[in-house]
C-alpha cells in the first residue's frame, strides 16, 4: 500500500509539472491533500476511536484505491486533449483531496492498531521497525516511478502504482478485528474531540515534539520541488527525479534499522533537537548544489536527521498516549506533521514563486534552524528527556 503510495506521489507531481512547468502548482497538489487532511482529521479520528480498527483501514483502503484509478484515468494523453488542461488539473487535484481524506482515516487507524498488538516494552523498537518499513517503500515507490514513467510513460506507471495498492489492501483484509476501546466520554463529538486536543496541550513534552517537527518540516520543504532540481538544475528527468526522491528514504531507513537494533535511552531529546538542526544544515547544502550525485548524498543525510526525529516523536505519542484517545492523538499528529509536508509544499511553492527555487530552499533551510534555536531555548522538558 505505502509503495504505491509514495510511487504515485512521484507520477502526479511529475506528470503536474510536466504540463504546467510551474513550481507553484506542485505547491498547490500539496495544499490539496493538506486541506482535507487537516480539516477532518480530528473528526475522523473521533470516528476511529469508536470503530472497530479494521472496519476503519478497510474503508480507507478503499478511498485510496478509488481515488488513484479515477486520478490515473485522468492522466491519460486522450484525457488530456478531451478535456483540456484546466479540467485535467482539476480532476487530479479532486483526487488527492480525496487521498487526504483517506489518509486522516488509514493513519488513525494504524497508529491504533500497532499499539493493539505491541507491547509498552517493545515500542521503542516497534516504533523504529514500523517507521523504517515505510520508508522502504519511500525507497522502492519512487524508484520504481523514476524507472516505469521513464521507460513507458504515464499510463504503466499509474497502472503499477494502482495493482500495488490493490495487493495492499489484500493485507488490510486480512487482518483480525481491532475492537475499539471503552470511551470514558459520555458527551457529543464536539466534546470528545476538544478532550484529544486539550490532553495534547495539556502534555508539554508531546506538544513541544510536535511543534518542532511541524514547523521544522513546514520550512524544511525541499522534496516538494525536487522536480524542478530534476529538470532544470541537476537533470536527470524522470528517472532522477525517483533517484532523489528515494535518497533521504534510504537514510531514513539506514538510520530506523539501526535505531530499532539500538533505540536510543539517554538524551533522546537533545540528540532529537542536534539532528533536525542537522536535517536544516545539510538543506541549506543541498539548495545550491549543482552535482547530481552530491544532492543524492545531501539528501541522504538529511534523511538519516530526519528519521531520527520521527522515531522520537512517534515514541513520545505511543507511550504518552492513553489507549482511549489514540486515535484522536494520531489524527492531531496527522494534522502537525503529516500534513506539514503538504504544507510545506505549499510554502515551497509560493516561495518558489516568489524567490526562485535555489533561494526558497535557502529560506526553508534557514527557517529550520532558527526553529530548531527556539526550541532548545524554549522547550526544556524536551531537551531533557529520556526514554
Not at 488530456?80 to 493513519?107: C, D, H, K, Q, W
Not at 470511551?183 to 496541550?201: A, E, P, Q
Not at 525541499?222 to 538544475?233: F, K
Not at 526553529?371 to 531537551?383: F, T
Amino acid at each position: 500500500m505505502a509503495m504505491g503510495w509514495h510511487m504515485q506521489a512521484v507520477v502526479v507531481a511529475w506528470y503536474v509539472y510536466s504540463i504546467t512547468k510551474d513550481p507553484f502548482m506542485l505547491g498547490m497538489v500539496g495544499l490539496a491533500e493538506a486541506i482535507p487532511a487537516i480539516g477532518a482529521a480530528m473528526p475522523l479520528g473521533f470516528w476511529v476511536d469508536k470503530q472497530e480498527k479494521t472496519r476503519a483501514l478497510k474503508i480507507a483502503a478503499a478511498m485510496i484505491i478509488g481515488s488513484a484509478l479515477l486520478q490515473a484515468v485522468v492522466m491519460q494523453h486522450s484525457t488530456l486533449e478531451v478535456l483540456g488542461r484546466p479540467m485535467v488539473l482539476t480532476a487530479i487535484f479532486a483526487m488527492v483531496f480525496v487521498n487526504g481524506l483517506a489518509r486522516a482515516i488509514y493513519s488513525p487507524s494504524m497508529f491504533s492498531v500497532l499499539a493493539m498488538v505491541v507491547s509498552r516494552d517493545n515500542m521503542p523498537q516497534a516504533s523504529a521497525f514500523g517507521s523504517s518499513v515505510w520508508q522502504g517503500a519511500m525507497i522502492a515507490g519512487p524508484l520504481a516511478a523514476g524507472f516505469v514513467y521513464g521507460a513507458f510513460g504515464v499510463t504503466v506507471a499509474s497502472a503499477t502504482y494502482v495493482t500495488l495498492m490493490c495487493i495492499g489492501a489484500i493485507g488490510v483484509w486480512r487482518l483480525s478485528a481491532k475492537p475499539a476501546a471503552p470511551s470514558l466520554s459520555t458527551k457529543n463529538m464536539l466534546h470528545d474531540v476538544s478532550l484529544g486536543l486539550r490532553f495534547i496541550f495539556s502534555q508539554r513534552i508531546i506538544l513541544a515534539a510536535l511543534s518542532l517537527d511541524l514547523f521544522a518540516v513546514l520550512f524544511g520543504g525541499a522534496v516538494a520541488l525536487l522536480p524542478v532540481y530534476a529538470d532544470t538544475i541537476l537533470g536527470g528527468g524522470e528517472s532522477g527525479l525517483g533517484i532523489l526522491r528515494a535518497s533521504s528514504s534510504l537514510g531514513s531507513v539506514v538510520m530506523m534499522l539501526w535505531l530499532s537494533y539500538r533505540p536510543l535511552k539517554k538524551h533522546a531529546g537533545s540528540i532529537m533537537l542536534m539532528c533536525v538542526a542537522g536535517f536544516g544544515i545539510t538543506t541549506l547544502f543541498f539548495a545550491v548544489s549543482t552535482v547530481f550525485w552530491v544532492s543524492v548524498a545531501l539528501l541522504f543525510a538529511m534523511g538519516v536527521f530526519d528519521s531520527v526525529s520521527v522515531v522520537v516523536r512517534h515514541t513520545i505519542l505511543q507511550l504518552y498516549t492513553p489507549e482511549e484517545m489514540r486515535g484522536r492523538v494520531a489524527a492531531a499528529n496527522t494534522m502537525f506533521i503529516s500534513s506539514s509536508n503538504e504544507l510545506g509544499a505549499v510554502e515551497s511553492g509560493i516561495a518558489a514563486r516568489l524567490m526562485g527555487t535555489v533561494n526558497s530552499v535557502l529560506f526553508g533551510g534557514t527557517m529550520t534552524l532558527i526553529v530548531v534555536s527556539l526550541a532548545w531555548w524554549k522547550a526544556k522538558e524536551l531537551r531533557k528527556m529520556e526514554m
